[in-house]
């Protein structure tokens, strides 16, 4: 006779406490010290392994481009996913000086568009979007998310010198191992899988990088170990 599902679970747990046995439990998030893991689906037929949510490590010596980064064409063409706008300039003058003009559209562009508030952005940063842009033909980078009017001391698109890009038609992990190429050491580096992204700061501190699959990067807890993105 086929018991309903109701009945099979008294049984279990008849059998649980008689014997000794742990009764069965729904599966629970845990914590290790890489940060929080996925709900575990070892019971279930056929589920994934448990995997860190969110993994990151400073970067060596060793991971760091010796060679002396070359200055990059200065041309950038940036496409709001968010907005729908788009802004194309070239950054710097035939002297290679910055060309103040085209900054300033640049930090009007990836300004907080939800308090319309600017504040000037790390040029180095644009010379990174423009190492991209080059690397790759002259292909639109994605503009996700710039500077974000939140007052977190700790936060570097706070402080204007981090960005949340891809580029349309190149997978993320390709786009994050190039720019890691790019890191002469003060660079900070996410990638974000689930949402399609890489985070890219330039930071005073030694380089970072990260990979985060929770979605987002206004997630993480205050950590020693966590980049302040």
Sequence with gaps: M???PAC?????????LLTGLPALASPKSR???H???E???AGRKGGKARRPIFRGHAAGEAALRRETLSRPSGNLHLYSVNHRDEV??????PDGSYDE???TKLNHFVRSRGTDTERTIEPRLYEILSHIYDHYGGRVLEFVSGFRDAPRSESYHYLGSAMDVRVRGVPVRELRDFVRTL??????LGLYPRVGFIHVDVRPEPSYYWIDYSGHSRSKKKSARVPRV
């Excluded at 099979?8 to 649980?16: F, S, T």
């Design 101 to 103: 003009d085209a900054v």
């Design 88 to 93: 194309k300039v070239n950054i710097l003058k």
């Design 8 to 16: 099979k679970r008294i049984l279990l747990l008849l059998v649980a």
């Design 31 to 33: 914590s290790t010290r």
């Design 183 to 188: 890191d002469t050491g003060g660079m900070g």
């Design 35 to 37: 940060g929080k893991v």
């Design 39 to 41: 709900r575990s689906h």
């Design 2 to 4: 086929r018991l309903p």
